[in-house]
């Protein structure tokens, strides 16, 4: 249960006065420090996380990263928000943290539209230092979308909500909470729940996608799996700059291995740009971040990473060359089930073994083609975002099955509800590697081949028939 409006922390040093959020993960509150008289922001993690047995273990983790960054705060950065305090009431433990004015990246985008370059690429590499300084103490942030970037008045960029209680979370479950963030999300994180830093490199690179544009990205699972394209942000903004946009693809690579692999190296991508233009001055102080960063190593758990001369760009390809390292693995199983099934049509075609007698050849052309229509269709399920195979049976047996009752019987009702089934498995599965048109022609391809073998061997059969009939005579 929420604390209420009014309650008290800590003996009263903290007084709660509203709920900012919250979510399956945590819980958010803002609050008064009573002795400071400022505001500041109380983070929980969610009640329901005490049935998981693993509980015990999100806690540590919590306490752990909260104390590192309560120690990062004390040589503070100007970009990140201060951990003031932690502490646990009861047994909930609690993070407090500075309450940032201000507007968020969606809320500025959503008053002004998108953001201009010579505005927004300082701002973006300010919370890309930010983010430097939490990888360099083995943080990760996970969660670095427009919504967790508050723009300050002065000019300055705070990266709040460090989705620690994004962590109280089974691995098998998706860190980012709303359908409305996924678009900033790679699809290792939505999928395997990945804690690599390239999830903050492509989190921050399709924040600056949206900020510059004003347009949300591709959700990187439709990349993955349904051959969506990310559209460049240049062709929905045309006064981007070439070296805006190749950062922001880069950033964006679907796959990890073709990200910078350090936040440094892909801020190198934005030196650039703004070093030779300043065209007109905005409120924001000039952030200049001289390299030597060796200043604040109060904590240094740093990984070693490549230098960043790797980063040699080869030509992007706007589909995303993510296919080409997959071993492709077609579902063989599944495209001999629908050869199958409509061999059986075929051989019912000839040997006139239904329950009706109006089964023409055009008609039975016509259900093995409906079988390909099926599975083509029943991935609309899946490009709607439902990615469970139950969703996808749904559509294509409700396709096929029209069609099937005004004109079968119950037998081939039967048949041709399978031979549905498996063109939307089959589909399924070819999704991965072929566009909708392509699986089409496969499905159809092969329903007609399997009519037509069925059809043969229902000539032999019927031959045979005859054959011995006539030498019983």
């Known amino acids: 249960m929420p604390w209420t409006n009014g309650h008290s922390l800590q003996n009263g040093k903290y007084i709660i ?8 993960f945590g ?6 420090h009573t002795r400071l008289k400022a505001d500041v922001v109380i983070k929980t993690p969610n009640e329901y996380l005490r049935h998981d047995p693993d509980y015990d273990k999100y806690v540590d983790r919590f306490i752990r990263e909260g104390q590192m960054l309560e120690r990062l705060s004390q040589d503070p950065h100007p970009h990140i928000v201060r951990v003031r305090d932690l502490f ?3 047994d909930i433990p609690c993070m407090v943290m500075d309450y940032v004015s201000g507007e968020n990246l969606f809320q500025r985008v959503k008053r002004t539209g998108a953001i201009p370059e010579a505005e927004i ?3 973006i590499r300010q919370i890309g230092e930010a983010l430097s300084i939490m990888h360099r103490a083995g943080l990760v942030h996970r969660d670095a979308h427009p919504g967790n970037i508050m723009l300050r008045s002065d000019g300055r960029a705070i990266l709040i909500d460090f989705g620690i209680a994004k962590e109280l979370v089974p691995s098998t479950q998706s860190t980012t909470g709303t359908a409305g963030n996924k678009g900033f999300a790679p699809y290792e994180q939505l999928m395997k729940g990945s804690r690599e830093t390239s999830v903050d490199v492509y989190c921050l690179a399709a924040t600056l996608y949206y900020a510059a544009t004003g347009e949300r990205p591709a959700i990187s699972t439709a990349r993955k799996y349904n051959n969506a394209s990310l559209v460049p942000p240049n062709r929905v903004n045309a006064r981007l700059s070439d070296e805006l946009n190749r950062a922001i693809l880069r950033g964006m690579a679907l796959e990890a291995k073709d990200r910078p692999q350090s936040m440094q190296a892909w801020l190198q ?3 650039k740009p703004k070093a030779q233009t300043p065209t007109r001055s905005i409120s924001q102080p000039p952030y200049v971040q001289p390299e030597p960063r060796v200043e604040k190593p109060p904590i240094v758990l740093e990984h070693p990473k490549t230098p960043d001369i790797s980063y040699q760009l080869p030509p992007i390809s706007f589909r995303q060359a993510d296919l080409r390292a997959q071993r492709i693995s077609i579902p063989w199983g599944w495209l001999l089930g629908v050869l199958t099934i409509c ?7 000839y040997t006139d073994f239904v329950l009706y007698t109006d089964f023409t050849p055009a008609i039975a052309v016509a259900m093995a083609v409906a079988v390909a229509v099926a599975g083509v269709l029943a991935l609309a399920v899946t490009l709607a975002g439902t990615e469970t195979v139950a969703g996808t049976m749904a559509v294509a047996m409700a396709v096929v099955l029209a069609l099937v009752l005004t004109v079968a019987g119950l037998l081939f009702l039967v ?3 399978a ?8 589909g399924e599965g070819l999704l991965k590697y072929c566009n909708r048109f392509q699986i089409f022609l496969i499905l159809a391809g092969t329903s007609v081949l399997g009519l037509g073998l069925g059809y043969l061997v229902g000539i032999v059969v019927r031959s045979g028939g005859k054959l011995s009939t006539l030498g019983m005579l």
């Not at 006065?17 to 399956?24: F, K, M, N, R, T």
């Not at 061999?343 to 075609?349: E, K, P, R, T, V």
Request: proline fraction near 2%; include cysteine.
């Open 419 to 426: 031979g549905a089934l498996a063109g939307a498995l089959a």
């Open 88 to 90: 646990e009431e009861g």
């Open 27 to 32: 819980i958010t509150y803002k609050a008064l």
């Open 269 to 271: 991508f934005l030196e």
């Open 121 to 123: 690429v300082p701002c």
């Open 17 to 24: 006065s509203d709920v900012l959020g919250q979510g399956g």
């Open 343 to 349: 061999g059986f049509m075929g051989f019912f075609l």
């Open 415 to 417: 048949v041709i509800s």
